[in-house]
């Protein structure tokens, strides 16, 4: 514990974030970093608890709080105090092979259960992680580390989103030769084409995929597997096969008139939006239009700032469920994950430029109205929940105008030709089904793990998987392992 009274010594202080009026202007990462002074004045209010929930991941009423990767987060912290910064990174990467993603867009579950927050406020580990990773890539200490041997064993690894890349990292490391598949043009999957530039800048991911390249891992883009090739092939050339392929079946909405131009799904939108960022293709242009987005999640509010740095003529976010309280309730102590409402980026922009929060609680969509087959405007209903059941709200309704239509309402599991191609067994969620914290399909040679195998979730579950995954694999290959 570097400072035993930093604790009570230091209030929390945050990265700042350049204001809306400049950041509104790119689509370029937004946040402002403390000096070192500081940071080290933040990584000294760390407690260095007996027993530390930020890393435990534990779950509570149904939901997670603490870090799934079990970082070393009070052992870090203490070397950023004292200046050890290449220790720090050492214990950073024990844990986590890709601190440079979730250190950007993580939303922290380390920090929810920080015991500074039964009282105070939580320790900042999401930007300390930030610090350190980034301070080793300044300096040069992030080189490529290619395993000194190879065993005589192939994967194939389909995909390259963040549970694909741990997946292969892992698997290298211990030796194996991994093959990824990517069907899209770039490595990186959510990362690269589903996370807005202003929450993560492409070139960080380029920057790993660089160095996972010169440690020996083969990537082959443009690849689309049960299309492009076969899973006879793959399985005549591999010894075993991971499948990483998310979970990108788009949830539809039941709704009047569904059919009328003008409607989009949020992942195709935030796809296109960065494609033409980074090659000038076309793509879905909010420019001038009254846009209404379905679905009040984290892709909710990326398409509300993608939407406004487009020029929105105006951003409407609609969300079934109530609104959150703004501060925590007495049923909902700490170490529990904080059910509060959460006011995030895009948010704020559209608050900034509208004066107003673009979010309608309790309300749903009932019907579509076009003009010449193309969205024009949308009705509403307010809802209740009376037992679990949805009730329209009768004489609540109205009329919205609405030239595009972005649905932001979650996924609902694997693609179907994926699964088809591999035959594999799904469970009523649609993720591919394994026994019970295990990796292994009804296929001995074929894994999964991420989204296809956990359902929608977070990046840092996503490597949690891909890391939990690759031990199995790798215990399956050689009758034993010894990795972590």
């Known amino acids: 514990m570097g400072k035993p009274t930093g604790f009570l010594e230091y209030d929390r202080k945050e990265n700042n974030c350049i204001d809306c009026e400049q950041r509104l202007k790119n689509y370029n990462e937004f946040h402002l970093y403390l000096d070192e002074t500081q940071r080290k004045e933040q990584a000294a209010r760390c407690m260095n ?39 720090a ?71 390259s989103g963040p549970s694909g890349l741990a997946v292969a990292y892992t698997l290298n490391k211990r030796g194996h030769n991994v093959t990824v598949y990517e069907r899209e043009n770039r490595a990186g999957g959510l990362l690269m084409y589903g996370i807005p530039n202003m929450k993560l800048e492409k070139q960080y991911v380029l920057r790993r995929i660089e160095l996972l390249e010169q440690e020996g891992i083969q990537f082959k883009f443009n690849v689309n597997v049960g299309v492009d090739i076969t899973s006879e092939q793959l399985e005549q050339e591999y010894d075993a096969i991971v499948l990483c392929c998310g979970s990108k079946q788009a949830r539809d909405i039941n709704v009047e008139n569904r059919n009328v131009d003008g409607v989009y799904f949020a992942v195709d939108y935030l796809t296109q939006s960065t494609k033409n960022q980074l090659d000038h293709t076309p793509y879905i242009d909010a420019n001038n239009k009254n846009v209404i987005i379905v679905g009040g999640g984290d892709t909710g509010n990326d398409c509300v700032g993608t939407c406004l740095r487009q020029h929105a003529k105006s951003v409407i976010q609609i969300e079934m469920m109530p609104q959150p309280p703004l501060k925590r309730l007495d049923s909902n102590p700490w170490p529990e994950w904080p059910n509060v409402c959460k006011t995030d980026y895009g948010q704020q922009e559209a608050i900034h430029t509208f ?23 949308v009705k509403t209903t307010k809802i209740r929940f009376d037992k679990g059941k949805m009730t329209p709200i009768e004489g609540s309704e109205q ?11 979650g996924f609902t599991g694997v693609e179907s030709y994926v699964k088809d191609a591999f035959e594999l067994e799904t469970t009523p969620r649609n993720t591919v089904k394994t026994e019970k914290d295990h990796y292994q399909t009804n296929n001995e040679n074929i894994f999964v793990a991420g989204d296809i195998h956990r359902g929608q979730s977070l990046v840092v579950w996503a490597i949690s998987e891909g890391k939990n995954c690759a031990r199995e694999v790798d215990e399956y290959l050689m009758e034993y392992t010894n990795m972590d």
């Open 89 to 159: 990174l050492s214990r950073l990467l024990k844990t986590n092979p890709f601190p440079e993603f979730t250190s950007r867009v993580c939303p922290a579950l380390c920090e929810k259960a920080c015991l500074n927050g039964i009282y105070d406020e939580p320790v900042t580990i999401h930007d300390n992680e930030y610090f350190i990773i980034e301070t080793a890539y300044k300096n040069g200490w992030m080189k490529p580390c290619p395993p000194a041997i190879r065993s005589d064993k192939k994967v194939a690894v389909i995909g």
């Open 355 to 377: 004066g107003r929060d673009p979010r309608i609680y309790e309300t749903t969509l009932t019907e579509l109205i076009s003009e010449d087959n193309h969205i024009t405007a």
């Open 49 to 87: 608890c007996g027993v530390p929930f930020c890393q435990s991941a534990i779950e509570l009423k149904g939901k997670v709080t603490g870090c799934p990767l079990h970082n070393l987060i009070p052992e870090w912290n203490d070397e950023i105090y004292n200046g050890n910064y290449q220790n």
């Open 399 to 409: 009329v919205l105008p609405c030239d595009l239509l972005l649905i932001a309402a």
